[in-house]
Nanobody, 125 residues
Framework: VQLQASGGGLVQPGGSLRLTCTGS????????IGWARQAPGKEREAVACLGGTRGGGSTFYADSVKGRFTISRDNAKNTVYLQMNDLKPEDTAIYFC?????????????????WGRGTQVTVSS
């Protein structure tokens, strides 16, 4: 099982980025896939999650990103995207993706496994 996050970078406040998570080695479509982030000196926190094919389109968004971030997936490409708009300095962190044990979207990081390598997002002027 492998998951790889990409698409991070340096962006000015108010800008946008789209992160990509590509998975392999498991039935990608069946699993909820989520994003979490970890800022320096802080604990990892869940950001967003999207359910798999049996998840009924379920989603989870952290309150801090609601209305600004959108999670989507293309199961044909084994890929999940995180569109991040109106970025703020407090969004600066390493962003990771992982698959959940379940098909429905979940919040708790304890329900994820197989964390991939993260991608750095820096929001600064």
């Amino acid at each position: 099982v492998q998951l790889q996050a990409s698409g991070g970078g340096l962006v000015q406040p108010g800008g946008s980025l789209r992160l990509t998570c590509t998975g392999s080695g498991f039935d990608f479509a069946d699993h909820a896939i989520g994003w979490a982030r970890q800022a320096p000196g802080k604990e990892r926190e869940a950001v967003a999650c999207l359910g798999g094919t049996r998840g009924g389109g379920s989603t989870f968004y952290a309150d801090s990103v609601k209305g600004r971030f959108t999670i989507s997936r293309d199961n044909a490409k084994n890929t999940v995207y995180l569109q991040m708009n109106d970025l703020k300095p407090e969004d600066t962190a390493i962003y990771f993706c992982a698959k959940s044990y379940f098909g429905v979207a979940v919040e708790s990081l304890k329900l994820y496994e197989d964390w991939g390598r993260g991608t750095q997002v820096t929001v600064s002027s």
